[in-house]
């Protein structure tokens, strides 16, 4: 079973840059679309970005000119590259796992596996 683990928040400004990463561990990460989400403070978790098994992209409207996510299958690890951040980008983030061989997706209920989350603040 894969264990996620998210890292690289913290508080910037707006503006500024933040690269995410998330570490899976337990084998089968490389077949697995991986995806980022993103809850605010009192509002549902919402959909950034996935990257499929086979290397295929998705990106939420908002962040698709200023976001890019990745994998390193070597590393067993997905980033979430964040650049031009605004204050509405401000939530806790989380990084998810599909079950094996499954395709693309951006609704959290087909991920199955999810880390821990880690905070990211974007001051005005």
């Known amino acids: 079973q894969v264990q996620l683990v998210e890292s690289g928040g913290g508080l910037v400004q707006a503006g500024d840059s933040l690269r995410l990463s998330c570490a899976g561990s337990?084998?089968?990460?490389?077949?697995?679309?991986m995806g980022w989400f993103r809850q605010a403070l009192g509002k549902e978790r919402e959909f950034v970005a996935s990257v499929t098994w086979g290397g295929s992209t998705y990106y939420e409207d908002s962040v698709k000119d200023r976001f890019t996510i990745s994998r390193d299958n070597a590393k067993n690890t997905v980033y979430l590259q964040m650049n031009s951040l605004r204050p509405e980008d401000t939530a806790v983030y989380y990084c998810?796992?599909?079950?094996?061989?499954?395709?693309?997706?951006?609704?959290?209920?087909?991920?199955?596996?999810w880390g821990q989350g880690t905070q990211v603040t974007v001051s005005s």
């Open positions: 998810a796992a599909r079950p094996p061989l499954k395709t693309g997706s951006t609704w959290s209920g087909d991920f199955a596996i």
């Open positions: 337990g084998g089968t990460f490389s077949v697995r679309t």
